[in-house]
T-cell receptor
Framework: DAGVTQSPTHLIKTRGQHVTLRCSPI?????VSWYQQVLGQGPQFIFQ???????GRGNFPDRFSARQFPNYSSELNVNALLLGDSALYLC???????????????FGSGTQLSVL | AQSVTQPDIHITVSEGASLELRCNYS??????LFWYVQSPGQGLQLLLK??????LVQGIKGFEAEFKRSQSSFNLRKPSVHWSDAAEYFC????????????FGTGTSLTVIP
């Protein structure tokens, strides 16, 4: 079985542009979470989606948005990119037994976003 | 508010030596606690987790961690380190009932020398 897959693996954008990052969860997983990991820091929670609904949001500006599709894949969108948005963006899916039980997250390898 | 502190930014150990990585958390009740490992350019892999019960938990790759409520700690240990253990290690706390919102520490970078 495939793990959590993210695309693209690397991305270079310039300030003010828009970016869309994509994530496919493990088959059968209905919850997807997004994390931002700035170099030298631990991951920071951005969003959680479960059954296509937003179930949690971290302390990020409205420039960050996400959505989940009927097949449980997800997109993270960031508008008006800033230099500080340069980071590794990680997607994680959780086990199908219960998205709200904080059981176990399976992480993808991430998308490395560089904003110039 | 939940938070995690990993006081050691970087640790160097000799191959075959024992290892202990420290983690302190702040949370109002019994938290969910996790240790993840991250190799360069990779995502996070779960080493072990604590939800309840036995305070000494065993994980993959020979790692274990002990939950100490009185010290608000969840330190990671390994009796004999292998060169392949060199990586970044993250401790995380998850609030019960908050879905998948985990709070991660800033990580400890482990270097293993021959």
């Amino acid at each position: 079985d495939a793990g959590v897959t993210q695309s693209p693996t690397h991305l270079i954008k310039t300030r003010g542009q828009h970016v869309t990052l994509r994530c496919s969860p493990i088959s059968g997983h209905k919850s997807v979470s997004w994390y931002q990991q700035v170099l030298g820091q631990g991951p920071q929670f951005i969003f959680q989606y479960y059954e296509k609904e937003e179930r949690g949001r971290g302390n990020f500006p409205d420039r960050f948005s996400a959505r989940q599709f009927p097949n449980y894949s997800s997109e993270l969108n960031v508008n008006a990119l800033l230099l500080g948005d340069s980071a590794l963006y990680l997607c994680a899916s959780s086990s199908p037994s219960g998205a709200l039980t904080n059981e176990k997250l399976f992480f993808g390898s991430g998308t490395q976003l560089s904003v110039l | 508010a939940q938070s995690v502190t990993q006081p050691d930014i970087h640790i160097t150990v000799s191959e075959g030596a024992s290892l202990e990585l420290r983690c302190n958390y702040s949370y109002g009740a019994t938290p969910y606690l996790f240790w993840y490992v991250q190799s360069p350019g990779q995502g996070l892999q779960l080493l072990l987790k604590y939800f309840s019960g036995d305070t000494l938990v065993q994980g993959i790759k020979g790692f274990e961690a002990e939950f100490k409520r009185s010290q608000s700690s969840f330190n990671l240990r390994k009796p004999s380190v292998h060169w392949s253990d060199a990586a970044e290690y993250f401790c995380a706390v998850g609030a019960r009932g908050s879905g998948n919102q985990f709070y991660f520490g800033t990580g400890t970078s482990l270097t293993v020398i021959p």
